[in-house]
């Protein structure tokens, strides 16, 4: 089945730096990749997607970017704030699903100010 | 929409003790899920629905564990007899087969087991 791997755990940045956040899966079928923001004492909440017919998508200061030959995908956040400390966690929708995601451990990203 | 609904919120229980957790799904969603968030195991899909028919128990941990879903507006995760090992955080989710794929998480419920 599916597996999804996610580095790094956690992550400290500088305010106004830039943060990657990696994820390598190992169904090449899937065909579906949210990313999810976590803040404390919350559910997860969809921040942003990529299908498999897509290389990358931005929204405002965030984007995706997927490599499909390598079976990876990234988060890129830039100019961070405060307010992106949270926890993300991305996922990945195997091909032989309808609705169900495999999810990645998590990364603590934590803005330094 | 008020979003997913999750009660309670928090529940302390001694080991032993049945719980039990709700959840109101999004009005519309057909799909419903349970997830377990542990520090050690992370995010764990326990079991989801279909139009209130159960799809993949898979993920339950063990016969102590039970989900029902009586409607479409109302599910059910039982614990008996609950055990420490058993704290978490426990989130429901749920979305629309309408070409949306996003789930939509309750804020949860933290469960402690003493």
């Known amino acids: 089945g599916e597996n999804v791997e996610q580095h790094p755990s956690t992550l400290s940045v500088q305010e106004g730096d830039s943060a990657v956040i990696k994820c390598t899966y190992s169904?090449?079928?899937?065909?579906?990749f949210p990313w999810y923001k976590q803040e404390l004492g919350k559910g997860p909440q969809l921040i942003i997607d990529?299908?498999?017919n897509v290389g990358e998508k931005k929204d405002q200061r965030i984007a995706v970017t997927l490599n499909k030959t390598a079976k990876h995908f990234s988060l890129h956040i830039t100019e961070t704030q405060p307010e992106d400390s949270a926890v993300y966690f991305c996922?990945?929708?195997?091909?032989?699903?309808?609705?169900?995601?495999?999810w990645g451990a998590g990364t603590k990203l934590i803005i330094k100010p | 929409d008020a979003g997913v609904i999750q009660s309670p919120r928090h529940e302390v229980t001694e080991m032993g003790q049945e719980v039990t957790l709700r959840c109101k799904p999004i009005?519309?969603?057909?799909?419903l899920f349970w997830y377990r968030q542990t520090m050690m195991r992370g995010l764990e899909l326990l079991i989801y629905?279909?139009?209130?028919?159960?799809?993949?128990d898979s993920g339950m941990p063990e016969d102590r564990f039970s989900a029902k879903m009586p409607n479409a507006s109302f599910s059910t995760l039982k614990i008996q007899p609950s055990e420490p090992r058993d704290s978490a955080v426990y989130f429901c989710?749920?979305?629309?087969?309408?070409?949306?794929?996003?789930?939509?998480f309750g804020p949860g419920t933290r469960l402690l087991v003493l």
């Open positions: 169904d090449s079928a899937s065909n579906y």
């Open positions: 989710a749920s979305n629309n087969r309408q070409g949306r794929e996003t789930q939509y």
């Open positions: 009005s519309g969603h057909d799909y």
């Open positions: 990529i299908r498999s």
């Open positions: 629905f279909n139009n209130n028919v159960p799809i993949d």
């Open positions: 996922a990945a929708r195997p091909g032989d699903s309808n609705y169900q995601l495999i």
